[in-house]
C-alpha cells in the first residue's frame, strides 16, 4: 500500500510560513513518521478524517517556534 498526500496549511502569521519553509525537511520527517505509525484502515476510515488532521496539524506546530497553522486541508489524499 502506498499513500500520496497533498496537504494546504493556514495561518494568519506570514512568520509561520517563512518558518515552515526553513524547517521543510523537519516537518516533512515527522508528517511521514506520524502516518507510518497508522494502519490502513485507520488512514481510509472517513468517519476519523477530522481527528488526523488535528493529528496532523498538532504534529507539524510542534516543529515551529515563531508562528503556528490554524488550518488544515486536504487537496489529495490517494491510497492504494
Known amino acids: 500500500r502506498f499513500l500520496v498526500l497533498e496537504i494546504g496549511l493556514e495561518s494568519v502569521d506570514v512568520k509561520a510560513v517563512e518558518e515552515a519553509k ?13 502516518l ?3 494502519t490502513p484502515e485507520e488512514l481510509l ?3 476519523k478524517r477530522a481527528n488526523l488532521k ?3 496539524l498538532d504534529t507539524l506546530n ?7 497553522f490554524h ?6 489524499f490517494i491510497m492504494q
Open 71 to 76: 488550518s488544515i486541508y486536504f487537496n489529495k
Open 54 to 56: 488535528k493529528e496532523i
Open 36 to 38: 507510518t505509525k497508522k
Open 62 to 68: 510542534r516543529k515551529l517556534s515563531k508562528a503556528k
Open 22 to 34: 526553513s524547517k521543510e525537511i523537519r516537518m516533512r520527517d515527522a508528517l511521514i513518521s506520524l
Open 45 to 47: 476510515d472517513v468517519s
